[in-house]
């Protein structure tokens, strides 16, 4: 399914290209200025087949080379447009259609593929501007239902799709799911391993202990990366300022903040940009599990979805309650927004 600037560039490229063949063709002779026979009656059928070939070979590359097309439309769109004019002229088109971003529980859930993600954090770096990332499961947008300003705030970000319950949701509201599931224990160590730029990253979150393992596991992981420093994420109030000025001297290009929702978001949303990194990550517990502080869920479990299941087993008192309730409320909140 095609955008509407994508169909309207689609169509102006269709019209030239029949138009240009006849034009050429001397086939297409106007009668009357010319010899008249049986051959020329029976022209109009090869020109209209050779046009209607000419339409299937141009909608043909159009499939195959449909991301660059749609880039190239997109960049059209936005050159002869105010700021933001054309994304508010294309908004009521793409929601419906779940082809930019999906509306799922007043969240807005990116759609692009891992590599697109790593590709638009790279030039992010690149650029030199700021973007806050929060990575949404089930239990995030239960957590926004019950606090405003934490749904606000989530308008007002990249949010990624994390696990089975966010995907349920988009396949009962648009018929599909996600392209990938982009949870933040397998992504971000994926944006670190795949990404084109020497990044500069702190850690911020987790007790000491666990963020210096972490920090450890990092530099072992990814030596192609400078790793800046780690600060545990269990500080007082008076003390945030001080934090973002430690931060800032050391010039991160990444900042990874696990604390948990939804203080990280409030956090990063807070005090981000004053850290000077210009991207800045939410990552929930992702330093207990490259600190190896927390097992992860065999790899079979994993490839079914059903970490969730694993985790549940081996916490069962500190779990039941998110799982167990908090997935079947927001299933039931998903399927009431499909009807």
Known sequence: MTSLAERQHANILLKEAPLASVQQDPACAVPGLGEHSAQTRTKPRAIYATVLNQQYSYSESCHANFLDLREQAIATVNRYGWSGTPEKFLEPYCEPLGNDYRLLQGVKFDTRSGAQVIKLFDETVKQGRFLQVAIANANTINLARANDNYHVLLRNVLVLNDGIGISIASQLKYRRKFSENLNGTDFIPRYLAESRVKLRVFLLGAPSDVAKACFEQCRQRFPQ???LGFNHGYFSSTQHHSICERIRETRPDVLLV??????????????????GAKLCIGVGGLFDFLAGRV???????RRLRCEWVY????????MWRRYLIGNLTFLL??????A
């Open 225 to 227: 990366h400078e790793w």
């Open 258 to 275: 696990g604390m948990g929702n939804p203080l990280q978001e409030f956090w990063i949303h807070q005090y981000g940009a004053s850290t």
């Open 295 to 301: 097992n992860r869920a065999p790899r079979w479990v």
């Open 311 to 318: 985790r549940l087993a081996i916490e069962p008192r500190r």
């Open 333 to 338: 909140a998903a399927w009431r927004e499909s």
